[in-house]
Every structure is written in C-alpha cells, then in structure tokens.
T-cell receptor, first 114, second 112 residues
C-alpha cells in the first residue's frame, strides 16, 4: 500500500513563531486534506489542499493563519503562523486516490506551543 | 452533512465480539458510511466502508439496515491491541465533495 509521511513528527515551538508541516505521499493522489485534532478532541477539517491553486478553507480557518501549498500531486505543506498555545494540537494530512471513496491519513505532527 | 451519534465508551474482554452502533438519522442518498480506528498519537486508520446491507473484510463487518439510519461495526474476537477510539462517519464521496464531520468516537477498552 502507498505510504503517507509527515515531517516533523513532533515539535515544541515558542509563541509568535511559525512552523511548516510537510505531507509526502509516494504516489499521486487526487485530493489532500489537512486536519487538526486538539487534545482529547475529535478531528476538525482545516482545508482542502488544491494542486496549483489556493486551498479551500473551512469556516473558522483562514489563509493568513494556515497557509497551505500543494505544488504537485504528491506533496503539500501546512504552515501554522504566529503560533499561540491554543495551536497546540496534532495536525494530520489525509489523501484520496483516484475516484476512491476513502481517506487515508498520515501519522500526524504533534505540536506543542509554549 | 449527516451527523452521527455513537456511545462515548465501551468495555469488553479479550476474545469477545464487540458491536458498536452508530446512529445517522439524516443520512443522505449519496452518503457512504465509514469507520476508522485511532490509537493515541497516531492518525486514524481506515477499517471498513459500506453503503447498504453487509460488508465484511479481514478486520471487521459492517451491518447497515435497509433504512440506513444506523450502522453497526462488528469486531470479532477482540484483543488488547483493539483498544482504541472508533469513529463512525457519513459523507458524500462523489466528485470533489469529500468533507467529513468527525464526532467524538467510541473509546473501546479491551480488558484481559
């Protein structure tokens, strides 16, 4: 099966700084998504990463805070900008292949903001 | 988007069959039902997906009644390693609209 990797796997950051998370897939995918899972909570969709165009953000999430890139069909980045402790969370990317009807998730990036 | 309701937690013992039921009264015609498993500090792992009737794979079975307003995930002979959170999701999968709404899931504890 295809492999989805995320870098970094975890990080501890100071408030006011930014962190860029990478999601790499070893085969081309149709769709890529970014989620956030705060401690003890369920998953919340941040945005759909669109290849070659601006990401589509869900209500409550904006590009200035969570800029996303997707330069090709196997790679995407999510930046968490001007971080505060409230951004401490697990960030997950997910992908869909072809016309399949299932999302597959990366291992996640655990972020702690001090 | 359909909303799901499932028990917050369940307890079981090794070797037992576990059935987790999910209610989705407002499921739409083009919605599929999907179950994921999540271990602490890991991304969710796909378990099974179905539209109607019964689906079985090497891990679990999914039972969906004719009205599709609920579904039951059946895990045969659970082991300690099946302790995890199980999420039931419904959503349209056609085209580019694959948004999912995640509930709190069911925290399953398998005891020795």
């Amino acid at each position: 099966s295809a492999v989805i990797s995320q870098k970094p796997s975890r990080d501890i950051c100071q408030r006011g700084t930014s962190l860029t998370i990478q999601c790499q897939v070893d085969s081309q995918v149709t769709m890529m998504f970014w989620y956030r899972q705060q401690p003890g909570q369920s998953l919340t969709l941040i945005a759909t990463a669109n290849q070659g165009s601006e990401a589509t953000y869900e209500s409550g999430f904006v590009i200035d805070k969570f800029p996303i890139s997707r330069p090709n069909l196997t790679f995407s980045t999510l930046t968490v900008s001007n971080m505060s402790p409230e951004d401490s969370s697990i960030y997950l990317c997910s992908v869909v292949w072809g016309d399949a009807e299932t999302q597959y998730f990366g291992p996640g990036t655990r972020l702690l903001v001090l | 988007l359909a909303k799901t309701t499932q028990p917050i937690s369940m307890d079981s013992y090794e070797g037992q069959e576990v059935n987790i039921t999910c209610s989705h009264n407002n499921i739409a015609t083009n919605d599929y039902i999907t179950w994921y498993q999540q271990f602490p500090s890991q991304g969710p792992r796909f378990i099974i997906q179905g539209y109607k009737t019964k689906v079985t794979n090497e891990v679990a079975s999914l039972f969906i009644p004719a009205d599709r307003k609920s579904s039951t995930l059946s895990l045969p002979r659970v082991s300690l390693s099946d302790t995890a959170v199980y999420y039931c999701l419904v959503g349209p999968w056609a085209g580019n609209n694959r948004k999912l709404i995640w509930g709190l899931g069911t925290s399953l504890a398998v005891n020795p």
